[in-house]
């Protein structure tokens, strides 16, 4: 992406699955938002709609996997995948684009012939159509010979070569890579070195070739205003509800359709950052609170006093407040000791000793400003901490295999449940009616 946006092309950046560390990187090398595209959480059909939303404008867009080539979301817990076991993998998305797929390969820990038989098993085991390959970790240049050789006897071109090279890493922690935001200058310059190694090491006219070989798609891109517009409660001329939406360091975690709902559904959405405002934005009818780090800043975010003050009345004051999984932690009493906004009274937050991850087909246990009683939605929960207790007096959601969890508290709803709106864009719909008095 850094590279093909270093030759002054406009890239469209695309992530298969519901990982947000990586689209943050994206956002970096191409100076457009990163988006997810994932068929589990939104649908099969919404994802090439969602992708030419994304890719407007631009004159390449790179989708980056997930896992492996042909793992779904069976392997991450999604006991109801209506297509088997590759439903949400990078194969499926690469079908339902019909786009070329770049095997990149480890060629770390194999010889040239051993290389050609993992890609011809890559190549033969489904129905993708692989276009070329990008060897990476390459030893010297006999072991780049033997592999591009060994390859290119299965009709296949070696569209890059990659050696190990010290020094251009991103470090990472218990979720993966640190995002983006918490580094920011050292993961721009990180993304310019990577940009300017691909430059050298590949050749990326024939990545370009092979991306204008891709089939034309034929759908209309998704529209947010026309996702909301059959939700969206008539509110008086030109009442726009301001929505205050958590960013900063402790707070990178969203899809960006979720914003762009927010706003086709009426809101005027304004950013702010716990960790450095004390305030709320002026004349706030909601907060959104999606996920991130705060345990990593539990202390910057608890020396915030006068913000979490504020947090704390706004939510006795039955304000509408939706809160995921990072969002859930600020709002609890305390959170590894380090005291929090305190909006849910009694419930503390600790690190665990095990991280949890997954896809979760969920069920509204309570009304709240976002769901009714019954409602289904799908998300996946992506934590390395836990609460006492699990749920309050009300609940929020439930799912096969679990008991009731989250919260809802008068106007406001948390949990560990990251949802993409998209794919139930009556969420921000109704947040927002929460938001200027009125609900459905």
């Known amino acids: ?19 947000y560390i990586d689209p943050g990187y994206h956002a970096l090398a191409t100076g457009r938002p990163g988006r997810n595209l994932d068929p ?81 098993g890559f190549r033969s085991y489904g129905t993708v159509r692989v276009g070329g390959v990008i060897l990476n970790r390459l030893g010297s240049e006999g072991h780049e010979r033997m592999c591009r050789e060994a390859v290119e ?31 920011r200058a050292e993961a721009v310059e990180t993304v310019r070195r990577l940009g300017d190694l691909v430059a050298a090491s590949c050749d990326l006219d024939a990545v370009l070739a092979l991306a204008r070989a891709a089939s034309p798609l034929e759908a209309e891109p998704w529209n947010p ?8 409660v008539q509110r008086k001329a030109g009442e726009r509800p301001r929505v205050a939406v958590a960013g900063g360091p402790a707070f990178t975690f969203g899809y960006a359709e979720n914003e762009e709902l927010l706003t086709a559904a009426g809101a005027e959405v304004v950013r702010f950052d716990p960790l450095r405002d004390e305030r709320l934005p002026e004349r706030a009818k909601g907060v959104v609170i999606g996920g991130g780090f705060p345990e990593v800043h539990a202390a910057e975010l608890s020396a915030n006093e006068p913000l979490r003050e504020e947090m704390a009345a706004f939510g006795r004051a039955s ?25 849910l009274d009694g419930v503390r937050a600790a690190m665990a000793s095990r991280l949890t991850l997954g896809y979760r087909a969920a069920v509204a246990v309570a009304d709240s400003v976002v769901a009714r009683t019954g409602e289904r939605v799908r998300g996946h929960e992506f934590h390395g901490t836990v609460t006492e207790p699990v749920h309050g007096d009300t609940a929020a959601w439930q799912w096969a295999g679990s008991g009731p969890v989250g919260f809802v508290q008068g106007e406001c709803v948390a949990s560990y449940l990251h949802l993409h709106w998209a794919g139930s ?6 947040f927002v009616d929460a938001c200027g008095g009125e609900r459905a």
Do not use: N
């Open 1 to 19: 992406m850094a590279a093909f946006a270093g030759l002054g092309l406009r890239v469209s950046p695309h992530k298969v699955g519901p990982d």
């Open 40 to 120: 589990w959480l939104t649908s099969e059909e919404m994802v090439v709609p969602l992708f030419l939303h994304g890719a407007s404008g631009a004159d390449i867009a790179v989708v980056e996997g997930v896992m492996g080539l042909y793992d779904g979301a069976a392997g991450l817990g999604a006991s109801d995948s209506a297509g088997g076991g590759d439903y949400a993998s990078t194969a499926h998305v690469a079908t339902l684009l019909d786009a070329p797929v770049v095997l990149v390969v480890d060629a770390s820990a194999a010889a040239g012939r051993s290389v050609a038989a993992l890609v011809h």
């Open 153 to 183: 006897e299965l009709g296949l071109p070696v569209l890059g070569a990659l050696r190990e090279a010290g020094g251009v890493t991103a470090p990472s922690r218990h979720l993966g890579l640190v995002p983006a935001a918490e580094r």
């Open 225 to 232: 205003s026309v996702a909301v517009q059959e939700e969206v």
């Open 319 to 343: 304000r509408p407040v939706y809160a995921e999984c990072a969002g859930l932690l600020y709002l609890a009493q305390e959170l590894d000791g380090a005291p929090m906004c305190g909006v």
């Open 425 to 430: 864009p009556w969420v921000a719909s109704r």
